[in-house]
């Protein structure tokens, strides 16, 4: 049974820091990450391939964002700077369906999802 598992949300104030990490079960798998705020979408963040030389980012997180993972632990991270009130989320990592699935923005290519890691951005 593949599993993934977020850590590191928590409450930060505006133009804070946090890093949030997703353990996965399984491994050379593309991953995401996304977020969903109360009443809305969930909305991707950010990408990675298996090796880790592709990524791709949301116009609003660039820049401020960074996706990078560690093979050797199966686990890809999340560092977010400049944290803004309105990012305030549940953060959830994914990954596709198969080894063969690349990085992508759309959500409906993602078939693992973890239970999500609440991130609060203070005004």
């Known amino acids: 049974q593949v599993q993934l598992v977020e850590s590191g949300g928590g409450l930060v104030q505006a133009g804070g820091s946090l890093r949030l990490s997703c353990a996965a079960s399984i491994s050379r798998y593309a991953m995401g990450w996304f977020r969903q705020s109360p009443g809305k979408e969930r909305e991707f963040v950010a990408a990675?391939?298996?090796?880790?030389?592709?990524?791709y980012y949301a116009d609003s997180v660039k820049g401020r964002f960074t996706i990078s993972r560690d093979n050797a632990k199966n686990t890809v991270y999340l560092q977010m700077n400049s944290l803004k009130p309105e990012e305030t989320a549940v953060y959830y990592c994914?990954?596709?369906?198969?080894?063969?699935?690349?990085?992508?923005?759309?959500?409906?290519?993602?078939?693992?999802w973890g239970q999500g890691t609440q991130v609060t951005v203070s005004s």
């Open positions: 990675i391939g298996w090796t880790g030389y592709i990524t």
């Open positions: 994914a990954a596709p369906g198969t080894r063969s699935g690349g990085p992508s923005e759309g959500l409906s290519q993602y078939h693992y």
